[in-house]
């Protein structure tokens, strides 16, 4: 396997590759983009841009006094934060899972612990702050998603497989940036089962009875 892939149509958006340099996005969508980013050589090279950009910011930031136990104080914030924080973006390796995502599964796609949702769905939500939750997906081919719209943003990333809805066919290492405006049924392809990473800051909108009456159940 490649370590990174070449072929991939959708990317990050600006805003995500800025809010991810900057370290403004909730966990659940740095999972995302971290996971894409070890797969996407192009959103890489974004990052380290932006990363740069950064770097050049800073130094022209006149200094200020820091206080005496600042030292300490900033290495107990990090202590108490690096259960939670996303690897930094490294190449894919071999397996589904890239190294991001597998930190948070505690291996790869067989160390999941699915959970059925309905219609052939499985899900794994992952432990994650509480600003957003991503969820693991196993759509089985053929498969539909129950169509529905958004109450803010979902990002979904495609790990293996590939699914098609009303704007675009999304593959392995694509990543599809829904909002309020966009109403969709995903739709697996045929072939491989559809296995997705998905992130969102507010509950979907579904638009048929039994989908929001399990959503209560689900959390989604």
């Known amino acids: 396997m490649m370590n990174m892939m070449t072929n991939i149509k959708h990317h990050l958006t600006e805003p995500l590759l800025m809010g991810y340099a900057a370290g403004t996005l909730p966990e659940a969508f740095n999972l995302v983009v971290a996971t894409h980013i070890s797969m996407c050589d192009t959103c890489r090279a974004a990052l380290a841009e932006y990363d740069a950009v950064g770097g050049e910011v800073m130094l022209e930031v006149p200094p200020v006094n820091m206080a005496d136990d600042a030292l300490a104080s900033t290495m107990a914030l990090i202590d108490g934060t690096a259960q939670s924080a996303p ?45 957003a939750s991503v969820r693991l997906l196993h759509i089985p081919a053929g498969t539909a998603v129950p169509d529905h719209g958004h109450r803010g943003t979902e990002l979904t990333l495609v790990l293996q497989g590939a699914f098609v809805d009303e704007t675009d066919r999304f593959g392995t290492g694509d990543v599809e940036v829904a909002n309020e405006d966009l109403n969709h049924k995903p739709i697996a392809e045929d072939g491989l089962d559809c296995i997705c990473l998905a992130a969102t800051d507010a509950p979907l ?7 929001r009456i399990a959503q209560r159940f689900v959390g989604i």
């Open 87 to 131: 690897e930094k973006p490294s190449p894919r390796s071999n397996g589904i899972f890239p190294a991001p995502l597998r930190a948070y599964v505690n291996g790869d796609a067989d160390a999941v612990k699915w959970r059925k949702i309905g219609g052939g769905v499985s899900q794994m939500i992952l432990p994650t702050s509480k600003d």
């Open 205 to 211: 909108r579904f638009n048929s009875l039994l989908p």
